[in-house]
């Protein structure tokens, strides 16, 4: 148990719809990081978020977007979704350089 | 070509055996990092380290800074070792973000 959890576990959308998704830090963490990951693959740096900023983004559009909350909790928010975004979305808060990652949040869109 | 690269992509061994998972990297980096991924999808970190060895119970972990180089060792592997492992690096300079490789999925068969 890292202390790291996301919500919902599961979660099924259709072409166009917009998703929220929610992570709640590590306790005295004020750094967390969205991942992406398809099956089969390594995850995908999407952003990370420091104190309430963004302060880092990968390779990833605009409908791709966050926020962190003063108690350091983040969502994450994909307008307009697209098949291709079937995914496990990580999220890991940190303090210095190591992750703690949750158990993912894990979408499909149909 | 990926910033990280493992090797094997798959991997299975029988109970007992020595394992040895390797991984190169491109970029400059401040920490290495393995991690471990059981099939629900969670993300364990293992190791983080930017120089010489370290290790924990059964595993150990090496990094060659002047060859680009990690391995993670598992000595006396044992079904319950059965994951995907990870190899994930933070770029100097970066604000903490990881670059992952793709993973070793490991099956110990007993």
């Known amino acids: 148990e890292t202390g790291v959890t996301q919500s919902p576990t599961h979660l099924i959308k259709t072409r166009g719809q917009q998703v929220t998704l929610r992570c709640s830090s590590q306790?005295?963490?004020?750094?967390v990081s969205w991942y992406q990951q398809a099956l089969g693959q390594g995850p995908q740096f999407i952003f990370q978020?420091?104190?309430?900023?963004?302060?880092g983004r990968g390779n990833f559009p605009p409908r791709f977007s966050g926020l962190q909350f003063p108690n350091y909790s983040s969502e994450l928010n994909v307008n307009a979704l697209e098949l291709d975004d079937s995914a496990l979305y990580l999220c890991?808060?940190?303090?210095?350089?190591?992750?703690?990652f949750g158990p993912g949040t894990r979408l499909t869109v149909l | 070509k990926n910033e990280v690269e493992q090797s094997p992509q798959n991997l299975t061994a029988q109970e007992g055996e020595f394992i040895t998972i390797n991984c190169s990297y491109s970029?400059?980096?401040?920490?290495l990092h393995w991690l471990q991924q059981h099939p629900g999808g969670g993300i364990v970190s293992l190791f983080m380290?930017?120089?010489g060895k370290k290790k924990h119970g059964r595993l150990i972990a090496t990094i060659n800074i002047q060859e680009k180089h990690s391995s993670l060792h598992i000595t006396a592997s044992h079904p319950r070792d059965s994951a995907v492992y990870i190899c994930?690096?933070?770029?100097?300079?970066?604000?903490?973000?990881?670059?992952f490789g793709k993973g070793t999925k490991l099956s110990v068969k007993p």
């Open positions: 890991a808060s940190s303090l210095y350089n190591e992750q703690f």
């Open positions: 306790s005295g963490h004020n750094t």
């Open positions: 978020y420091y104190r309430e900023e963004e302060n």
């Open positions: 970029v400059g980096i401040s920490a």
């Open positions: 380290l930017s120089s």
């Open positions: 994930a690096v933070t770029p100097r300079g970066s604000q903490g973000n990881l670059i």
